[in-house]
């Protein structure tokens, strides 16, 4: 199967016979996003994934990606396929797009108005990004990948599934029993990993900006429900920094783009087990406007 | 460009002549960049490109080429300021010794800024030294962070009985590459020539040199047209047409013939100047030409070399790629081959190679990979 997927701001071909690829990207997508590949379309990038190798649909099956003709990762179990096409596709994007500075963070917005969650794997930003999605007038962006524009400063949203790892998948099933979720990749060296469809309204605004108003850092600590602490801007530039994916290659630019963001945004560092208590902290203290 | 796919012939003129592309339709536009960054060549027509300035009538292709052109000319510019930076590192950390390196290839163009380190993008650092300052140069690099990438044992030995360089170098930090080589082509070849004739009069810049122009060119020559690997022949060959058109002048031209007739290279020099005016119409010495035709060339010999090397230098994404290209594609691998290793030496090399290649066949690239765990 050969087809266009429209995952705002850009747009990939994508071809594969795995069947379990094309049930998840069904069920998880909205179908006017997934369309037969047309020459007159525009695609940012080709990827594929794909069985590696002859004997390997047969026995012991494994799939591989595929960048354009690139394989940038060794073959993985085939029931990781689908997770390992999100993966690929989140390769391709931060390891070629430097019209935009990409930051590893979970990205939400209410009312236009977008709050970033950088933190490495583990600190439960995808957990919290999810909830919040969820929530009422609030939206997705991205879980994994902020994509922010040099020239303007704002956010572009790149709304695709969520990853979930280990029990954050269920727990994200119990917040939303309606939730479109993916098959188990197992045993991943992220763990169990599940793909979770992000909200109508997320989808829906894929294509509208959000002004950054907030970095925060989260930290998902069983003991403590909720502490704030504010962060100097030196600290907060460096945590960016650290996070971003393509600092380096765009040098100068990525540089002044961080110091514009972080002179006009509050930070903060938060630890957490209740993300009810995160988004009222949002919502009170981050978001108000008088 | 009324043609509806774009073939490798097309590819190669765009190359030569950018404002061409400005009637491509949408799926031209989409092979000519998955094309060109498959060859390495996108930055350096990107660049070529903009400078036309040409308004193009359809906003959605120009946006388009403002995201993907833009960002390879990017890629470009950083990876030309990472290597620079790198020679100015090593040149400050070897001291006075430096002076005794001379810098190859992609490395030498970018100290030099010259055309071919336009939209040049780099896999390593190519450095030549003598061949009695080898292991001394490696242990400094050891010490200062640049440690051998893991090879398997086959390929240890190749590198250290049969050919001109050491396995390659790594930096444990930054990842960047270096390549220290003693020769310019592989020892077991048997066509290892005098290196003192290539670094004569070598020029010093940023603390190191690079060979001469004539040197420089025919060293690129060699290095395309005695080897199996022709990943980048595109692009290789592209290089060395910019760096004659750059040099052009009568003292170049008698120089590179000497140099190439007395380091025994001028068949090479005479299939590099062949494919530049077949591919890009490169202004050449018509006389040197002729000289060397005379010496090396037939009819026969000609048309065989053309199945060859346009195949091993057109441009080799599937879908601009066909049959007679991947026909020559092969001959040029197993000329490569038998032109740098003797049979009793060549033989087992290709099997090994070959048995490699038939099992990642079928069991999978990673098959020979040692830890599967440090997939990111």
């Known amino acids: ?290 | 460009m009324k043609r509806f796919f774009l073939k490798a012939k097309d590819i190669i003129s765009l190359l030569n002549d950018p404002a061409q592309a400005a009637s491509l339709s949408k799926l031209n536009w989409q092979i000519l960049i998955k094309v060109l960054r498959k060859e390495q060549l996108l930055a350096r027509f990107a660049i070529n490109f903009k400078r036309q300035n040409i308004a193009l009538s359809d906003d959605e292709i120009s946006a388009h080429l403002d995201v993907h052109l833009g960002n390879s000319i990017k890629i470009a510019i950083r990876q030309s300021q990472s290597v620079k930076f790198e020679i100015a590192e090593l040149a400050r950390l070897l001291g006075q010794s430096s002076q005794q390196l001379i810098l190859l290839k992609g490395a030498a163009y970018s100290v030099m800024n010259n055309l071919a380190s336009e939209g040049r993008t780099y896999g390593d650092i190519d450095l030549l030294a003598a061949k009695d300052k080898i292991d001394s140069f490696e242990k400094i690099l050891n010490t200062y962070g640049w440690t051998g990438k893991e090879v398997n044992d086959y390929d240890d030995k190749y590198y250290r009985e049969w050919s001109h360089e050491i396995p390659p170098l790594m930096h444990s930090s930054r990842g960047t590459v270096i390549d220290l080589h003693h020769n310019l082509v592989p020892i077991i070849s048997g066509r290892a020539p005098n290196i003192e004739l290539f670094v004569k009069d070598a020029i010093p810049v940023a603390d190191m040199n690079v060979l001469r122009p004539s040197a420089m060119t025919l060293h690129s020559a060699v290095h395309l047209f005695l080897n199996e690997d022709y990943d980048h022949g595109l692009r290789n060959i592209h290089d060395i047409s910019l760096l004659i058109s750059e040099h052009h002048s009568a003292e170049y031209w008698a120089d590179i013939y000497s140099l190439a007739t007395e380091s025994n290279f001028s068949l090479e020099l005479y299939l590099a100047l062949r494919y530049c005016k077949k591919l890009f119409n490169t202004t050449v010495c018509e006389s040197t030409y002729r000289k060397l035709g005379k010496k090396h060339a037939s009819l026969i010999k000609n048309a065989y070399w053309d199945l060859v090397f346009h195949g091993a230098l057109a441009p080799k994404h599937p879908l601009v790629t066909g049959p007679i290209n991947k026909l020559g594609l092969l001959l040029a691998y197993i000329r490569g081959h038998a032109a740098k290793m003797p049979m009793k030496v060549l033989i087992p090399h290709i099997f090994t190679k070959a048995y490699r290649e038939v099992v990642e066949t079928f069991a999978g690239k990673s098959y020979f990979v040692k830890n599967q765990d440090t997939q990111k």
């Not at chain 1, 997934?34 to 379309?41: E, K, P, R």
């Not at chain 1, 909830?131 to 524009?149: K, N, P, V």
């Not at chain 1, 704030?228 to 600092?247: C, H, P, R, S």
């Open chain 1, 1 to 290: 199967m050969h087809f266009q997927l429209e995952v705002a701001p850009f747009k990939l071909n994508i071809q594969t016979t795995i069947p379990l690829v094309i049930d998840n990207l069904t069920k998880l997508y909205p179908p006017q996003l997934l369309t037969s590949v047309d020459d007159n379309s525009l695609a940012d990038y080709d990827v594929s994934i794909d069985y590696s190798g002859l004997v390997r649909k047969y026995i012991k099956p494994q799939c591989s990606f595929k960048f354009d003709q690139f394989e940038p990762f060794l073959g993985l179990p085939i029931g990781h396929a689908y997770a390992n096409l999100e993966w690929g596709m989140n390769y391709v994007i931060a390891s070629n797009i430097f019209n935009y500075l990409i930051i590893h963070s979970g990205i939400v917005a209410k009312n236009n108005k977008a709050v970033l969650f950088p933190a490495p794997p583990g600190s439960g930003k995808s957990t919290l990004t999810a909830y919040l999605q969820g929530q009422t007038s609030w939206r997705l962006l991205s879980d994994e990948m902020a994509l922010i524009d040099p020239e303007t400063l704002e956010a572009i949203p790149f709304v695709r599934p969520i990853c979930l790892k280990n029990r954050s998948g269920q727990l994200v099933q119990q917040w939303f029993p309606e939730v479109a979720v993916s098959t188990i990749a197992g045993n991943t060296h992220k763990g169990d990993v599940v793909h979770v469809s992000p909200s109508k309204f997320s989808w829906e605004q894929r294509k509208t900006r959000a002004e950054i108003k907030s970095v925060v850092f989260p930290r998902y600590d069983p003991d403590v429900e909720l502490e704030v602490y504010a962060l100097t801007k030196t600290q907060a530039f460096m945590q960016l920094a650290e996070n971003a994916f393509n600092f380096s290659l765009l040098g100068v630019e990525g540089f002044e783009t961080i110091i514009q963001i972080i002179e006009k945004v509050d930070c903060y560092e938060i630890v957490y087990n209740n993300v009810k208590e995160v988004e009222k902290f949002l919502d009170e203290e981050v978001l108000f406007e008088s």
